[in-house]
T-cell receptor, first 114, second 113 residues
Framework: DTAVSQTPKYLVTQMGNDKSIKCEQN?????MYWYKQDSKKFLKIMFS???????INETVPNRFSPKSPDKAHLNLHINSLELGDSAVYFC?????????????FGQGTRLTVV | AQSVTQLGSHVSVSEGALVLLRCNYS??????LFWYVQYPNQGLQLLLK??????LVKGINGFEAEFKKSETSFHLTKPSAHMSDAAEYFC???????????FGAGTTVTVRA
């Protein structure tokens, strides 16, 4: 059983399109995250939800909109895709919010915008 | 805000040799420090974490790290490298006043037979 699963694993799309990435965790965790990993493998947090409430919203274009229908799911919708959005997007979850809590990561979604 | 700097973007070691990955942190409050590993085409996995209980932290797969406040460092070591250790390693920091994980730029480890 995959603890944190993302779909799709690969996504190739044209500029200007709208796309969504889905994430589900079966760990019973309260907190979920979206991270972006660029081509140089630099990893940066984008959003975090705790019990369906948005608690971290980094400086991200408003074309990116997270949605958490319940504690086990956190989806990422991207409007008007741009070339610079090409990256690997990781979903993660943790048991709770806190500085010493372990994050569990999904396998990533490689988004390529052409 | 907290930050970490990983010294060396690429480390190459022989199988059986010592693995040493360097990480220095910057934090105005006591930090929580982590090492994560990313195998090819996979997500990140926690190797170990420092939460002020003990300065020498043992993790999975034979890795350990030592917290040195005087040097603001949290270097990762493994006495004997194995081919399966080839991966990307990330140091990360958070703190009680800012619990977001901030990652370093990563260090790629290759292991030579």
């Amino acid at each position: 059983d995959t603890a944190v699963s993302q779909t799709p694993k690969y996504l190739v799309t044209q500029m200007g399109n709208d796309k969504s990435i889905k994430c589900e965790q079966n760990l019973g965790h309260d907190t979920m995250y979206w991270y972006k990993q660029d081509s140089k493998k630099f990893l940066k947090i984008m959003f975090s939800y705790n019990n369906k409430e948005l608690i971290i919203n980094e400086t991200v274009p408003n074309r990116f909109s997270p949605k958490s229908p319940d504690k086990a799911h956190l989806n990422l919708h991207i409007n008007s895709l741009e070339l610079g959005d090409s990256a690997v997007y990781f979903c993660a979850s943790s048991q709770e919010v806190g500085p010493n809590t372990e994050a569990f990561f999904g396998q990533g979604t490689r988004l390529t915008v052409v | 805000a907290q930050s970490v700097t990983q010294l060396g973007s690429h480390v190459s070691v022989s199988e059986g040799a010592l693995v040493l990955l360097r990480c220095n942190y910057s934090s105005s409050v006591p930090p929580y420090l982590f090492w994560y590993v990313q195998y090819p085409n996979q997500g990140l996995q926690l190797l170990l974490k420092y939460t002020s209980a003990a300065t020498l932290v043992k993790g999975i797969n034979g890795f350990e790290a030592e917290f040195k406040k005087s040097e603001t460092s949290f270097h990762l070591t493994k006495p004997s490298a194995h081919m399966s250790d080839a991966a990307e390693y990330f140091c990360a920091v958070s703190a009680a006043n800012d619990y977001k994980l901030s990652f370093g730029a990563g260090t790629t480890v290759t292991v030579r037979a």
